[in-house]
């Protein structure tokens, strides 16, 4: 089974979740997500005002493979990587913009929200975020052993008769 590659929780999660929020409040932008590269939604955020969001674990899946395609080509081109994407139709934006090597911010807006003021403060949200997930880098993981699965089980059993 595939998991995330992050596990984002506790402090670390508040701390994304606000920098999401605060982005989409300065901004107008509809949705906030922080997606790692497995395609797995680690934070998300909508603004009140927004209509009903799309799936976003589709969303956060194909986000994810067409930024491992794009990856490719810019290896294919000579680059070490492109660090965002941009997909403007008609009534809204889909913008992707890589957080260091482990996730994507990925915000969805409509045709009357500026893309350069999206750029500006998004590239200031990656940086904020960029130094969370590089704090979690030297939390050890957690290591679940014997005695957990044996507490586990005795309070299941207990719990379920």
């Given at each position: ?5 992050l ?7 508040a ?39 799309p799936?976003?674990?589709s969303v ?27 997909h403007?139709g ?16 990925t ?32 939390i050890?993981e ?20």
């Amino acid at each position: 089974m595939i998991e995330p590659s992050l596990a984002l929780y506790g402090d670390a999660y508040a701390r994304v979740d606000a920098h999401i929020q605060d982005l989409l409040d300065v901004t107008g932008v509809r949705y906030g997500l922080l997606v790692d590269r497995k395609g797995f939604v680690l934070s998300h955020k909508e603004a009140l005002w927004a209509p009903r969001p799309p799936a976003l674990d589709s969303v956060a899946t194909l986000v994810a493979s067409n930024a491992a395609a794009t990856a490719a080509l810019a290896n294919m081109l000579g680059e070490r990587t492109f660090s965002e994407q941009i997909h403007q139709g008609e009534n809204g934006t889909l913008y992707v913009e890589s957080v260091g090597d482990q996730a994507l911010l990925t915000l969805i807006f409509d045709a009357s929200v500026p893309l350069g003021k999206v750029k500006v403060y998004a590239r200031k949200t990656v940086a904020q975020l960029a130094a969370i997930l590089e704090e979690l880098k030297d939390i050890p993981e957690m290591q679940l052993n014997g005695d957990f699965s044996a507490g586990a089980t005795a309070l299941l059993d207990d719990l379920l008769g």
